[in-house]
């Protein structure tokens, strides 16, 4: 059987649970948490790249726009990026994603997909998406229920109801939200599933009900494409409409009210990485139960993940816990409490701490660059530009910069003057003039910046013009 299927890739959260290597800047689905080098987003892509799927509907936060668009790009991967203005939970976005796909074709399927999932058994998860989707054509909306594996208490749960034609697909009797550790082995006993948060329904299925059971979520999703502009190589939704989407789950809006839900039971590992103990039970352990990445030394202890970046991380005696260093954060938690790790990004966000949402390392179209060091009157970066990697004209009011290069030519105009800086050069910005800065050559550019003046913030930046359309 011939269907059209459109996987929707929903890559626009902010995976706080994992903090601090998540964070707001760079969130948990473009990092390579699994190694292999590939971030969760990218493997959901590849799982999607195959003759049965035609290409994907990824929709994002415009902030992670040119970071979606390389990873994409670095894979092979081509699609639909359609950036949101804000975030307003998985029912937008799910609208969003039917109603472009109910463009491309009047019987397309979605398969709506979160980018932070991790799958084990690929050929599988296909082979089950396909199953769901003939039952979807059927005008269901399906869901992929997970067998537990324990009585777990971070996921919701599944009762299935009566059986359909198909091994191991029944209709959904009802969603269960998460459960105390007691209802939970209740549940497993009962044969209740996991629910995953993966969707498979006809577009037009999902339209009319969203239409039924959450009319402004559709209409805002409507309103935003339609008043949608295209931005380079992006699908821009208009604010003003998606703020009229309310802020709600699929499973408030749509999967708990809906006569026509249906749950396969699937024939796949999975995990959704939700929190750093979900990470320590599906990685690889030594004799001890321990993982250690990085510069890492554990002593007499079990059952513990240990991660850090570059700096030596010793514990000892530790059961069960969590310890995870970076460059400018360390966190240190038990695995039981480790979904708390939420409410103290929290905490850090009231409290205006930078490091809640941003790496000392940011990434930009062009490269990225790092703080080294910074003071009253000053601040020291590391810039990294691609070759080819153009950074906007522009200027400040408040600081003059010094830059060193270190590493290739750097290309420096100053004032419509420009000139090439090579290794061990520097150039002087003094406030107020009009620079730019571009790699002209085939390797990676590396400068030392030094910022001094009165006010070294990101927006005393004035651009005035923009190869990456951020003006």
């Known amino acids: 059987m011939s269907m059209n299927i459109i996987p929707i890739i929903m890559a626009g959260g902010s995976g706080t649970r994992l903090w601090p290597l998540s964070r707001d800047s760079m969130p948990k689905q473009f990092i390579a948490l699994l190694g292999g080098g590939l971030s969760t987003f990218q493997a959901t892509l590849l799982r999607m790249k195959d003759p049965r799927f035609a ?59 979160a980018a932070d999932h991790v799958v084990l058994n690929e050929d599988a998860f296909r082979a089950d998406c396909v199953t769901a989707a003939q039952l979807a054509a059927e005008g269901l909306i399906m869901t992929l229920g997970i067998v537990p594996t324990q009585p777990a208490t971070a996921y919701g749960y599944l009762e299935p109801g009566a059986a359909l034609n198909v091994p191991k697909a029944s209709r959904l009797a009802r969603f269960v939200e998460k459960p105390d550790a007691a209802a939970a082995r209740d549940y497993v006993e009962q044969g209740f599933l996991w629910n995953s948060g993966n969707f498979v329904s006809l577009a037009s299925t999902m339209i009319e009900e969203l239409a039924a059971h959450a009319p402004d979520v559709l209409e805002g999703a409507q309103a935003a494409i339609d008043g949608s502009v295209a931005d380079l190589d992006f699908l821009r939704l208009n ?67 240990v991660r850090s970046e570059d700096t ?146 990101e927006d005393d930046i004035v651009r005035v013009e923009d190869i990456y359309a951020r003006i």
């Open 312 to 457: 030596l991380t010793t514990v000892i005696g530790l059961r069960d816990a969590v310890v995870v260093t970076t460059r400018d954060a360390v966190l240190v938690t038990s695995k039981a409490a480790a979904a708390k790790v939420k409410g103290l990004v929290e905490q850090m966000k009231k409290e205006k701490r930078r490091e809640a949402s941003e790496h000392l390392r940011m990434y930009r179209p062009w490269g990225w660059y790092q703080r080294i060091d910074t003071g009253p009157r000053f601040q020291v970066k590391r810039i990294n530009v691609k070759p080819g990697g153009l950074l906007s004209l522009q200027k400040h009011y408040h600081r003059a910069e010094h830059w060193i290069v270190v590493r290739g030519t750097a290309e420096v105009t100053v004032d419509g003057k420009v000139s090439h800086v090579h290794e061990n050069e520097a150039v002087y910005l003094p406030i107020g003039c009009m620079h730019r800065l571009a790699n002209p050559g085939k390797i990676e550019l590396e400068l030392i910046e030094v910022q001094v003046g009165s006010y070294t913030g």
């Open 239 to 305: 604010p003003t409409g998606f703020a009229g989407a309310t802020r709600i789950s699929i499973d408030y809006a749509v999967m708990e009210k809906t006569k026509h839900a249906g749950v396969l039971a699937a024939g796949f590992d999975w995990s959704d990485i939700g929190a750093w103990d979900s990470i320590h039970d599906i990685k690889a352990k030594d004799a001890n139960g321990n993982i250690l990445e990085g510069r890492a030394i554990a002593i007499d202890s079990t059952g513990t993940l």
């Open 55 to 113: 290409s994907p509907i990824v929709i994002t936060n415009h902030e992670f726009r040119f970071m979606v668009a390389e990873q994409m790009e670095a894979i092979g991967v081509s699609g639909d990026i359609v950036l949101e203005p804000e975030r307003r939970d998985s029912a937008p976005a799910v609208a969003v994603g039917a109603l472009l796909a109910g463009r491309r074709s009047p019987d397309a399927v979605g398969v709506a997909l």
